[in-house]
């Protein structure tokens, strides 16, 4: 009796044993379609959610943003920071049964380097790539640039196989639409607007996985069917809030639904209203601190955002290694921001109106961008600011307007991604100052010691003395306020409660899913 | 005859179409921002470099005449380009979505006609007060109320309280692994939905419309001379009165396409129909214009050839019609 009793302790004390992850199974996600499945050329989230099923990269991130192996078994970084050696697993091959090498790797990141959006902010000290043998990449750099570590991730560095990208024009070569990788995941099937067809890559090198048998991606353009397919469990996965808020919550309290917003700190979103600098009133700091305090953080991240926010404190979200919380708060308060105003010197005229600004409203988004942006003009017409809301009809026009300056104030949302010289540069440096680029610094912001320490920051190798960099270029940026930072931004993702294994990294659903499994497989 | 009258028709209708894709062509490239503008911001940013690179490699970056004259000199070659965003040809891209959108509309307008009329001629025929009442109800409802309305409570009676059809999509991701009949009534299941929906609009506006001209007509002398031959009363109906009572209905039928195919935008959307509607949206929303004016410059001359089609039904119907 004692025996058994023994062998049942063991048996329950080990769930794990018990629960070896089930291989079979397809898995329905619902997400936007994208225009290419090359996500070396193209950046984003689509970018990710599917590249980073296909296409393999030297690293992954952990749940602490730090890099661990992928198909990088393991890396030296010399002494002068300059030189980075990355040993590569032997057995990948991509699924045309090719090996994967170092050529693979140094054709990869110089086509990163010249079409990726962002290839010039990571890859802008490459020196040379060197491929010593078919299993060692040595990339070489003009001066220490500790964000490459962060930067080799499925999401911006897919590795490509050369033999079948090289000839011609990358953009066009057909291989775009039929993608050939090295994840956990080969491409079967796209039909335009109906659905995605991955299936399990037999040989991929991590033995045993990836466990599911296919990913479907099914698009469904309107949210209402959306939810209704999800409550039905014709679809099983919807990554980046891609439903309502109001309904997430409504899917939530379902039984076979579970939510989760971990996954989504290396993307880093923040919701941040923009102030053209150029503008008589913004160019006041007093009329900035004015806005600032007009704003309840608490107030938009419960009930407007009804929990998916946390107030912002600055410019990095919270878990971003290089956060700083030692900076100014601006605390809700409409007597001081009306104080400030006073101050400035823009006294109310007759009307009770000190004067007028310009909201150049981004119709996409509406839960995270229009609530907002509409509380915040109710906001700003105590205070005596009368705010006339301009709609874009389109994003198209809302990216061009907003990148040839012509706005007062706007409402979006901006990702950290994770490492600062891609989230924060772009949006602060003055020499990124650049009108008609989108998403560039548009403010106008210009802050000489701010340049000084981003540039001394790109390429300081101690992490602790970087990490102070980016302290002192918070303090001094939420002291200057070009941008209050309202919310960063908790996506949902929603999921259906018999799957496990989903990723735990700090880029969540932009990583690949080979860990991903049914507990039950469904039917 | 009607083959000189067809190739009148088609001629007329050159101007018509080159205007519509000129009008496209200028309104897409006035309207602030471009596809490269698009592509860096769903990016998140990205370089000038890369940004001009986008605008030379579409000639974005020549006089707009110039542009205009190049792709006015491809379509009369009959190639519509490349599309910006998927860099796919265009022709490939619009005729995929095409089958998916004659199917749907094509089901719907089926459905409408034959219920509208339907109900119309039983309205008319055997008016009890129940009937009338039902059938003038069912037909301000279905004409009142906003279609993407009418398609998510569908949805939501029909694919998600009572799942007896799929919420979303044309077929069964994969195929049915039962034969090509499988397959079709595969396709068939997840149509019910989406044609219903469209279809209902105009069913309760053709029933309305035959149900008057019925009126009208079963009152007319020759329907009288009919009775006075001792004719059967189906065949009256039937045959000699529903003839002259189709006309308006076929007319409303040729004018509305243009309309049906905006319908089936909506549809398509709440219902994930891959069909051109969507498309559409997606050229419009991606500043796309190759894609934009090929999707504008197929659909304008499939509508005059179907209104080409209606007037020859005229004819078939009624030999007064008949074009000399």
């Known amino acids: 009796v004692i025996a058994v009793f023994w062998a049942w302790l063991i048996a329950s004390a080990s769930p794990a044993a018990a629960q070896a992850p089930t291989r079979g199974g397809t898995l329905k996600v619902n997400y936007l379609e994208p225009v290419t499945l090359n996500s070396a050329v193209v950046s984003g989230t689509t970018a990710g959610v599917y590249g980073a099923q296909l296409f393999a990269g030297l690293v992954q991130l952990d749940e602490r943003f730090n890099p661990k192996p992928y198909l990088a078994e393991r890396w030296d970084i010399s002494a002068d920071g300059r030189a980075y050696t990355f040993h590569l697993v032997k057995d990948a091959t991509f699924h045309d049964g090719k090996p994967v090498t170092a050529a693979d790797v140094k054709f990869s990141i110089e086509t990163s380097k010249a079409l990726h959006p962002f290839g010039l902010a990571m890859f802008r000290y490459l020196e040379a790539i060197d491929a010593p043998n078919p299993h060692t990449v040595v990339i070489r750099l003009s001066k220490p640039y500790p964000a490459l570590m962060r930067t080799l991730v499925p999401l911006l560095v897919p590795i490509l196989p050369k033999h079948v990208y090289e000839e011609g024009d990358i953009k066009k070569n057909p291989a775009s639409r039929k993608p050939v990788g090295s994840g956990p995941f080969k491409f079967v099937d796209w039909q335009q607007g109906q659905f995605i067809v991955f299936e399990r890559y037999e040989n991929f090198f991590r033995k045993g996985r990836p466990y599911l048998d296919r990913i479907v991606y099914e698009f469904i353009p309107d949210p209402a069917t959306r939810v209704a397919a999800m409550e039905t469990d014709r679809i099983h996965l919807i990554p980046f809030s891609y439903v309502p808020f109001v309904d997430a919550r409504r899917l939530e309290k379902r039984p076979n639904v579970g939510l989760s917003t971990k996954g989504y700190e290396g993307y880093g979103s923040i919701n941040q209203v923009f102030m053209n600098l150029r503008n008589p009133y913004l160019k006041e700091l007093k009329v900035r601190q004015a806005i600032a305090h007009a704003l309840n953080k608490d107030f938009i991240a419960k009930e407007l955002l009804i929990g998916f926010g946390k107030p912002a404190t600055g410019p990095l979200v919270s878990p971003n290694p290089f956060y700083s919380a030692q900076v100014a708060r601006y605390d809700y308060s409409l007597e001081k921001a009306n104080q400030l105003l006073d101050e400035a010197g823009f006294r109310r005229g007759a009307d009770g109106i000190r004067f007028k600004l310009n909201h150049e409203l981004l119709a996409a988004f509406p839960d995270i961008i229009k609530t907002v942006a509409e509380y915040m003009k109710e906001q700003l017409r105590t205070l005596g600011i009368d705010v006339v809301m301009r709609a874009s009809p389109d994003f198209a026009t809302y990216v061009s307007r907003v990148s040839n300056w012509e706005f007062d104030i706007t409402t979006d949302f901006l990702s950290n991604y994770p490492d600062p010289v891609i989230g924060l540069d772009r949006t602060y440096l003055s020499s990124n100052i650049k009108k008609g680029v989108a998403y560039s610094n548009v403010t106008g912001y210009s802050n000489s010691e701010v340049d000084r320490l981003l540039a001394e920051a790109q390429s300081e190798q101690n992490f602790d003395k970087r990490k102070r960099l980016y302290h002192r270029v918070q303090e001094i940026l939420v002291a200057d306020l070009p941008i209050v930072w309202i919310n960063e931004i908790q996506f949902a993702t929603l999921y259906h409660k018999d799957l496990a294994g989903l990723p735990t990294g700090v880029l969540g659903l932009l990583d690949p899913l080979d860990g991903v499994y049914w507990t039950k497989i469904p039917r | ?324």
């Open chain 2, 1 to 324: 005859v009607a083959v000189t009258y067809v190739g009148r028709r088609v001629l007329g209708a050159m101007p018509l179409i080159l205007a519509i894709v000129v009008g496209t062509f200028v309104l897409v490239h006035i309207a602030p921002g471009d596809v490269a503008m698009m592509l860096a911001g769903e990016a998140g940013g990205t370089s000038e470099e890369i940004l001009k690179s986008i605008r030379v490699e579409y000639g974005l970056d020549r006089p707009l005449a110039e542009q205009l004259t190049m792709y006015l000199g491809k379509v009369l070659r009959g190639d519509l380009g490349f599309s910006h965003s998927y860099r796919r040809p265009v022709m490939e891209m619009v005729l995929e979505r095409v089958p998916p959108t004659l199917l749907l509309i094509g089901s719907a307008l089926v459905l409408a006609i034959v219920g509208g009329t339907a109900l119309g001629i039983l309205a008319a025929w055997r008016p009890s007060s129940l009937l009338l009442n039902a059938v003038s109800l069912l037909s301000v409802f279905g004409y009142a109320t906003p279609i993407f309305w009418t398609g998510i409570m569908m949805l939501l009676l029909f694919s998600v309280h009572v799942p007896l059809f799929p919420s979303h999509g044309m077929a069964t991701v994969g195929g049915t692994s039962g034969g090509w009949w499988a397959d079709a009534v595969d396709i068939a299941h997840h149509l019910v939905l989406p044609a219903v929906t469209l279809g209902f609009v105009y069913m309760a506006l053709y029933s309305r419309l035959t149900h008057a001209t019925m009126l009208q007509v079963l009152r007319l002398d020759y329907i009288r001379t009919a009775y006075a031959k001792g004719l059967a009363e189906r065949s009256i109906v039937l045959k000699h009165a529903l003839r002259n009572a189709l006309l308006p209905v076929v007319t409303m039928a040729g004018v509305q396409i243009g309309q049906v195919l905006a319908g089936a935008v909506l549809v398509e959307t709440v219902f994930g129909w891959p069909g051109m509607g969507r498309l559409v949206l997606d050229a419009i929303l991606r500043r796309d214009s190759p894609l934009l004016i090929g999707i504008l410059l197929l659909s304008s001359i499939g509508v005059v050839l179907v209104n080409v089609v209606t007037d020859l039904l005229y004819g078939a119907l009624d030999p007064r019609m008949r074009p000399v």
